[in-house]
Each structure stands twice: as structure tokens, then as C-alpha cells.
């Protein structure tokens, strides 16, 4: 198995960054990619960033281009997301995923999800 803990969520007014963590545990040597989702409110969940664990390979939405940045640490089992730019559409409670596929985009590929963080942006 394998356990995602999120952290860093909060609460910022518009324009302002957050970073948020996961933090892998238990047989982390199955996960191919890691994966950062977002749920508000009455919408469905949707897909935000990813990178894969070995290659360092990283996409984002259309959304967040330019004001999200994703990244890991091998060593820490750690990933990571950057969020600079916030705006009120980002507020969601944001959630870390780990999957063993290659359709990194898509939520059905990912096997493993955090408890996830709750982000708010105010204007």
C-alpha cells in the first residue's frame, strides 16, 4: 500500500501563493506518476498537475499554465506544488494522487489519494 499525506493548504487573497506538500509513504516503488487534482464545490473533480517519479516528466491544465509549477524530491518522497498567481477560481480542496499508469491526466489512472487540502482564495 501506499499512503499520500497533503499539506499547506490555507487560505490567501488573490494574487498570492501557496505551496502545497505530499508526502509518500509504504511501497512507493510502485508509483509511476504523482498527480495533483481539485474539487469544488458542485463540480467534478479535474485534473491540475503531474509529474512522473523516475523521468521528471511534468503537465498541467490549461488553467494553471505559467502559475502552477510541479516538482519532487526522490530522495523525500515528497511532492510538491507551486502556486503563484491565485485567483477565486483556484479555491478547491486540492488532492495528491499516486498512480501506476501512464495517462497521467486522467483521474482513473491514479490508485492512491491523499485526505486531501483545502485551498481558498478570497478577492
Known amino acids: 500500500q501506499v499512503q499520500l499525506v497533503e499539506s499547506g493548504g490555507g487560505l490567501v487573497q488573490a494574487g498570492g501563493s501557496l505551496r502545497l506538500s505530499c508526502v509518500a509513504s509504504?511501497?512507493?516503488?510502485?508509483?509511476?506518476?504523482m498527480g495533483w487534482f481539485r474539487q469544488a464545490p458542485g463540480k467534478e473533480r479535474e485534473f491540475v498537475a503531474a509529474v512522473t517519479w523516475s523521468g521528471g516528466n511534468t503537465y498541467y491544465a490549461d488553467s494553471v499554465k505559467g502559475r502552477f509549477t510541479i516538482s519532487r524530491d526522490n530522495a523525500k518522497n515528497t511532492v510538491y506544488l507551486q502556486m503563484n498567481s491565485l485567483k477565486p477560481d483556484d479555491t478547491a480542496v486540492y488532492y495528491c494522487a499516486a498512480g501506476g499508469g501512464t495517462l497521467v491526466k486522467v483521474t482513473s489512472n491514479y490508485y492512491y489519494w491523499g485526505q486531501g487540502t483545502q485551498v481558498t482564495v478570497s478577492s
Open positions: 509504504g511501497r512507493t516503488f510502485s508509483i509511476y506518476a
